[in-house]
C-alpha cells in the first residue's frame, strides 16, 4: 500500500480524488459507499492541509459541486453549500469572495488544471 505522501503528490488523479481522500482521513476502503457518501464524508476536512494536500483538495471540491449524483436536492444542497464553504480556503482565487458559487469553482479549478499542464 502507498503511504499517504506518495498518494498526495500525485500530480494526476487517475483514480477518483474522493476514495483517495478517503482513504487518508478514515484509513480505510470506503466500500459500498457511493461517490455522495464518500464526499459526505470528507467534506468538513477539505480545507485541513493536515489531511489532503491542496491538489487533492481542489479535485475533490470539484467532483463534489460537478460530478457527483446525488440521491435527492437536500442532499445535494447540504454537501455543495460545505464544498462551496470550504473552497474559499482549498482556491486562494476566491478567499475575498462573499459567497462561492458553483461557476467560480469550475473557473479557477480549470485554471489550475491548466497551470497544472504547463509545469
Known sequence: MENKENIQNKEKYSENPLVQAYRLTHEKEPSGLEDWQIAKNIVEILDDANWISSGLAKECIYHIVHLI??????????????????????????????????????YVYNKWKEKQKNE
Open 69 to 106: 449524483s446525488y440521491p435527492d436536492n437536500k442532499t445535494k444542497m447540504n454537501i455543495v453549500m460545505m464544498a462551496e464553504e470550504k473552497a474559499r480556503n482549498v482556491f486562494p482565487e476566491l478567499s475575498m469572495a462573499d459567497e462561492v458559487h458553483m461557476d467560480q469553482i469550475e
